[in-house]
């Protein structure tokens, strides 16, 4: 029993030095006094400041990419490149890379992936599309018509001008 009751004092005092040295320990650290900003922090109303008036110019309003509706579009675009070969050749690229895909490389709707399409594409060479203003396929390529997406993001304004002027070489080698 002796013995017992070293074992017993021995586990006893281990017990008592481990508690002492929990609660003797010093405290842990806390959080930096700025992690709490988020509820200290004054408020921040919207508007409080007005926002800062837009110098002029510096949203396109004539003819940039400011909104349009395809009747605008009609209305007011018309294509201010003359037709060079660079051009021409600027365009014949953006169609073969845009275009074809569904209207085919002459224009006549038949492209490669026309025949997965719900609709089919429209001829551009021959029928109503022929007589089309400039502004209305330049609006067609940008905000797109019926089932054709738009393509504002992927081409520029100047190209999308370009691809207007090969649809128009592309029309003119298809009256002779």
């Known amino acids: 029993m002796g ?37 200290r922090g004054p408020e ?31 209305a007011k675009m018309h294509n201010p490149l003359q037709p060079t070969p660079q051009n021409l050749a600027n365009g014949k690229q953006q169609f073969e890379t ?13 492209g490669p992936v026309a025949h997965l399409l719900s609709k089919s594409p429209k001829n551009l060479i021959s029928g109503a599309s022929k007589n089309l203003p400039d502004g209305y396929i330049y609006g067609a390529i940008r905000n797109g018509v019926l089932t054709m997406p738009s393509y504002q993001q992927e081409i520029p304004v100047e190209q999308r001008w370009q691809t207007v002027m090969y649809l128009r070489s592309l029309q003119a080698a298809q009256k002779k």
């Open 98 to 110: 845009y275009c074809a895909p569904c209207h085919g490389d002459n224009g006549d709707g038949k």
């Open 3 to 39: 013995r017992m009751n070293r074992i017993a004092t021995r586990i006893t005092l281990v017990t008592i030095a481990i508690a002492w040295t929990i609660v003797s320990s010093p405290a842990p650290a806390s959080c930096f006094p700025w992690s709490i900003d988020m509820y």
């Open 44 to 74: 921040v109303q919207p508007f409080a400041v007005e926002p800062r008036v837009t110098p002029a110019d510096t949203i396109p309003v004539h003819g940039g990419e400011a909104p349009m509706s395809l009747e605008q579009a009609i």
